[in-house]
């Protein structure tokens, strides 16, 4: 199901099942529905921020295998895409790292699943590329590496060794610079994450959940938005917008327990004195 072209991500599909303009649908379930088997999914978020915690587990309990995952990373042990993960629902990953998902490490490493990792910037850029119609473009990002020259393992065999390496990518030279060719993405779904949505569809993310989740969005066919506040059309400013309903599919607005459902991937706080320790110390 999985394929880039010309044609773009949301741009060729927004509302057109949705009922009109309104792109609100009843249920998550009901959003994630149709997602079939093998279909290439791009998932916004960065680690736990930002990640479309519900829709993934709708998918979850939907029963959709053999995916291909477009996505910074694949959650952490347990939780987001990891769930996905450990139920061994996902067949192939375009990823930028491995983060500290200790399985996610185990089955590239045994070969159960295999990866394409591309570095960060880049993952970001295919994705808005694809949503933008953009088939192609150069990019000095990974020129002199295995990125550029092929090599870098996609998949590994039991007995480990490379079964699946990557290709060589064209390099030319623009400016002076050598730059590398890379291919836009286009996915079959994409599931987001928004703070604010409208029934237009139209977005408005919060802080670190805008990395990810416009590029993710734009390059879906069938764009998936999980919302936490849903309005109604003209209540979000124009310039206000940050990704326009013209790439959106379909919206599912959140109850405020699941608006509130982000854990933190991993805590990290300052140990502070005693109340007895810090009043003794103010008075010297």
């Known amino acids: 199901m999985a394929g880039g072209g010309m044609d773009g991500g949301g741009m060729d599909g927004g509302g057109m099942d949705g009922g009109g303009m309104d792109k609100v649908v009843g249920s998550a379930a009901e959003a994630v529905a149709d997602i079939a088997s093998g279909s290439r999914i791009a998932v916004g978020g960065f680690g736990l921020a930002g990640i479309p915690w519900i829709l993934i587990d709708a998918l979850l309990d939907q029963g959709a295998d053999e995916l291909e995952i477009v996505s910074n990373n694949l959650g952490v042990d ?21 983060g500290v998902n200790k399985e996610f490490a185990r089955q590239y490493l045994a070969g159960e699943l ?5 570095p960060q910037g880049t993952l970001a850029e295919r994705l808005r590329a694809g949503g933008a119609g953009i088939g192609a473009f150069y990019t000095p990002s990974g020129v002199g590496t295995v990125v550029a020259d092929g090599g870098l393992p996609w998949r590994y065999g039991p007995d480990g060794s490379i079964a699946i390496a990557s290709p060589p990518k064209d ?4 400016g002076g610079r050598p730059m590398v060719l890379e291919e836009g993405i286009v996915s079959d779904f994409a599931l987001v994450r928004a703070a604010v949505a409208d ?3 139209n977005l408005r993310f919060r802080a670190a959940a805008q990395n990810f989740n416009p590029p993710a969005a734009m ?15 003209g209540e979000i400013a124009a310039d206000d917008i940050h990704l326009p309903g013209v790439f959106v599919t379909r919206v599912v607005a959140l109850t405020p327990d699941e608006a509130n459902r982000k854990m933190i991937e991993k805590r990290t706080t300052t140990p502070r004195p005693d109340a007895a320790v810090a009043a003794a110390e103010r008075e010297v």
Do not use: D, N
């Open 78 to 98: 347990g939780a987001g895409l990891g769930l996905l993960l450990q139920k061994h629902r996902i067949r192939r990953a375009i990823s930028s790292y491995l």
């Open 114 to 118: 295999e990866v394409e990792l591309t």
């Open 171 to 174: 390099v030319r030279e623009f």
């Open 199 to 201: 029934r237009h569809g």
């Open 219 to 233: 390059s879906g066919r069938i764009t998936i938005v999980e919302a936490e506040k849903v309005v109604e059309a």
